[in-house]
């Protein structure tokens, strides 16, 4: 199985900071590589698929990158929505697995 | 605007079998995606179960291969998911989710997600 891991586990930031989380893959995965942000008690929602393409009606403050085995999630200018859970996950062979998350909390 | 929505019992005895199915509206469940079962266990991380097409085709996590069964109705529009030999490991909030191959297969709608715990 491809191991995908996370740092860091927890993120403390203040709105407006420029916030990135990177994701890890124990082997090489092109760029089957898709985030999601899920907030408590609701569904994970894609953010970015392909590495780096927003997903239609993501704001454009998301931002992905990488290739092979690290890879990154930018958000350039965080907001009060943005407090979340995020994760990882790779489509590259089965198993598909997500990474362990990235808790964005207030400072 | 496709819409998932998960039904089942919320309650499952040790040792018994989770039987869940989730309703697709708003788009076939014969389209060229395939339909996925994700879960989370209370207050951690996202767990792949597997994902079928509609044909019947099928892949399984390994660690769940030997008790997950996925099956298709396209007839009603729906897939289910059944889970034998349950165990207090096996308490989660369980989603469904289309995996969309033109966003190179993540899933892009979810359903709102049932939680299921395991306790006689």
């Known amino acids: 199985d491809i191991q995908l891991t996370q740092s860091p586990s927890l993120l403390s930031a203040s709105v407006g900071d420029r916030v990135t989380i990177t994701c890890r893959a124990s082997q090489g995965i092109s760029t089957y590589l898709a985030w999601y942000q899920q907030k408590p008690g609701k569904a994970p929602e894609v953010l970015i698929y392909a590495a780096s393409t927003l997903q239609s009606g993501v704001p454009s403050r998301f931002s992905g990158s990488g290739s092979g085995t690290e890879f990154t999630l930018t958000i350039s200018s965080l907001q009060p929505e943005d407090f979340a859970t995020y994760y990882c996950?790779?489509?590259?062979?089965?198993?598909?697995?997500f990474g362990q998350g990235t808790k964005v909390e207030i400072k | 605007q496709v819409h998932l929505q998960e039904s089942g019992p919320g309650l499952v005895r040790p040792s018994g079998t989770l039987s869940l199915t989730c309703a697709v509206s708003?788009?076939?469940?014969?389209?060229?995606?395939?339909w996925s079962w994700v879960r989370q266990p209370p207050g951690k991380g996202l767990e792949w179960i597997g994902e079928i097409f509609h044909g019947g085709s099928t892949n399984y996590s390994p660690s769940l291969k030997s008790r997950v069964t996925m099956s298709v109705d396209t007839s009603k529009n729906h897939f289910s998911l059944n889970l034998r030999s349950m165990t207090a490991a096996d308490t989660a909030v369980y989603y469904c989710?289309?995996?969309?191959?033109?966003?190179?297969?993540?899933?892009?709608?979810w359903g709102q997600g049932t939680l299921v715990t395991v306790s006689s």
């Open positions: 989710a289309r995996v969309n191959s033109s966003i190179l297969g993540a899933a892009d709608h």
């Open positions: 996950q790779q489509f590259n062979s089965y198993p598909r697995t």
């Open positions: 708003g788009g076939s469940i014969s389209s060229s995606n395939w």
